[in-house]
């Protein structure tokens, strides 16, 4: 049988180490055996869960910094887009509580970047009654109204590559074999960066810089808003190997069990804000998540679901988990940039009183 553990061991065979992008993106995407192409990975029977799946008011509260920065920029038509939107939950949760908007989302159009075709089945089911328009990449966003992008835990899914700090000098990181197993190794690749230890590994993602390089450009263009969430750091040119592999919950190693484990690594937001910054955009963050979600109202809201029926008390303990200081609320930042076109500065709320 054809798995996708021995498709990679025979290209390596064949034309030599592959580097960890090409790695990354077979494992993840490949169409007949990637992970996400075959599975939904969600939730407490999967691998991992998000914080839209852990707590409905996560969607709430993006929805309400959404629907406040398109009121503020004059409510024109525009098109609500989700990249990597998994089961669908949380653009669920952003047009349940635009009910209270009505006018809101009769001028809106949702589209959803998403690849696998097991995920886009079960989006187009949990956001019923409402519908959308499905794209491969946002290459093929429309052009002719501002675009209101979320993007929950997409980017960290993107492939990086690494370069590793060896006694020849940096080379590229790649996977090989050492008989039939697979290993890390280097492959002499040059780079030129400052120099570091032995073993140090700086990562880049060119997949990552051409999505945020296109969202950017288009912002700048067509105005409108990015909201992006994400385990992730804002330090520059940090120094770390981030690339880590989840299965059942557990970390387990990225060469094993390829195809049925997810593979992210940490979103490098000083880069993404440093291309937005180039492209001319305004920048916003980035913000813990905790402190978003609270500069947005999280605990209000929930004392008044509370007030309004004790049963509510159970999300008390969900959102201190999407807040928890020592977890998900430090771990992940939250950073927005918005288009300069005039007509359209669409200023996001969360990230008040930062300097
Ligand atoms: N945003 C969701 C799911 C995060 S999992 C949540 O917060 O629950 C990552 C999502 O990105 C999945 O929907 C996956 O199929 C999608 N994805 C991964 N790589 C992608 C790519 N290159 N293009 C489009 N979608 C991608």
Known sequence: METLEKLIKSEIKTKGPMDVATFMGLALGHPKHGYYMTRDPLGAQGDFTTSPEICQLFGEMISVCIIEAWMRAGKHDVHLVELGPGRGT???????TAKNAQVFLERITVHLVETSPTLRKAQAEKIKPHTAIWHNSVDTLPTDAP????????FDALPIRQAIMTPRGWQERGIGMEGDKLVFTSIPTRHTLPPK??????????????????????????????LALDYGHDIPNAVGDTFQAVRKHQYTSPLENIGESDLTSHVDFAKLAQIAQ???C???????????LETMGIQTRLNNLIAHDPKNGFLAND???ITDANGMGTLFKVL???GQVNSCPLNPSGFQNLS
């Open 90 to 96: 949380l653009m669920a949760d952003i047009l349940r």
């Open 147 to 154: 675009l209101l992008i979320i993007a929950n835990e997409f």
């Open 197 to 226: 230890q032995l073993g140090a590994i700086m990562e880049f993602s060119p997949a990552r810089d051409a999505v945020m390089t296109t969202i950017a450009k288009r912002l700048q263009k067509q105005g409108g808003m990015l």
């Open 278 to 280: 180039a492209e001319g």
């Open 282 to 292: 305004n920048i916003f963050g980035p913000v813990t998540q905790k402190y978003y």
């Open 319 to 321: 959102v201190a988990r």
């Open 336 to 338: 927005a940039i918005s």
